[in-house]
Nanobody, 119 residues
Framework: QVQLAESGGGLVQAGGSLRLSCADS????????MGWFRQAPGKEREFVAF????????YYTDSVKGRFTISRDKAKNTVYLEMNTLKPEDSDIYYC????????????WGQGTQVTVSS
């Protein structure tokens, strides 16, 4: 059972910032690579960002490079996604999960957090 809880979403104007958090209450994924993914209604969930188990390696989908930063705090069992210079096309439900490259490792998801960027 997934025990990941995403939070931090909201409504923001274009150009604004948000910081998403993903809390792993069960300490299930502390030794896993982690990722952020997003999904718009009627569309497939897509990869956004990856952070290695150590936190050293990160990479991003092209559309968010230079604007988003993924990080993790292992002591807090939390993964973050700092989102800057937000655009309306970033409006989606954002999810975190264990990651295998650009894919989710498990097909079980939390409730996600809604990000809405107004123009």
């Amino acid at each position: 059972q997934v025990q990941l809880a995403e939070s931090g979403g909201g409504l923001v104007q274009a150009g604004g910032s948000l910081r998403l958090s993903c809390a792993d209450s069960g300490r299930t994924f502390s030794n896993y690579n982690m990722g952020w993914f997003r999904q718009a209604p009627g569309k497939e969930r897509e990869f956004v960002a990856f952070v290695s188990e150590s936190g050293v390696v990160t990479y991003y989908t092209d559309s968010v490079k230079g604007r988003f930063t993924i990080s993790r705090d292992k002591a807090k069992n939390t993964v973050y996604l700092e989102m800057n210079t937000l655009k309306p096309e970033d409006s989606d439900i954002y999810y975190c999960n264990a990651a295998s490259g650009r894919d989710a490792l498990v097909n079980s998801w939390g409730q996600g957090t809604q990000v809405t960027v107004s123009s």
